[in-house]
């Protein structure tokens, strides 16, 4: 199975930065793609960015374009999601998610199936 827990959220403010960490650990099963959602207050859940283990290959959804920055340390097992200029808007719960599943579309979140408890992040203005 896969292990996941997130760290790094906080409360910060309006066009700081912001670096999450998310650990991976692994018992008899490889995570193939790791990646990173948010749940916002009255709004879906949605994903923002992923990245597959193997190659560093990343995806970014549309709502990950511009200021999020996926990346992944290979000898640690973890993967960082970077936002900049940070917003009231990306005021949620990150949660970060491991597939297993070895599959072309990788980057889709119905693969996901190993979750963490999620970090809070909070951006006042």
């Known amino acids: 199975q896969l292990q996941v827990a997130e760290s790094g959220g906080g409360s910060v403010q309006a066009g700081e930065s912001l670096t999450l960490s998310c650990v991976v650990s692994?018992?008899?099963?490889?995570?193939?793609?790791i990646g990173w959602f948010r749940k916002a207050p009255a709004k879906d859940q949605i994903m923002i960015s992923s990245?597959?283990?193997?190659?560093?290959?990343?995806y970014y959804s549309d709502s990950g374009e511009g200021r999020f920055t996926i990346s992944r340390d290979g000898a640690k097992n973890v993967v960082y999601l970077q936002i900049d200029d940070l917003k009231p808007d990306d005021t949620a719960v990150y949660y970060c998610?491991?597939?297993?599943?070895?599959?072309?579309?990788?980057?889709?979140?119905?693969?996901?199936?190993?979750w963490g408890p999620g970090t809070q992040v909070t951006v006042s203005s």
């Open positions: 998610a491991a597939s297993a599943k070895i599959r072309s579309d990788w980057w889709l979140e119905k693969y996901y199936d190993f």
């Open positions: 692994e018992f008899g099963l490889d995570a193939y793609a």
């Open positions: 990245i597959r283990r193997s190659d560093g290959s990343t």
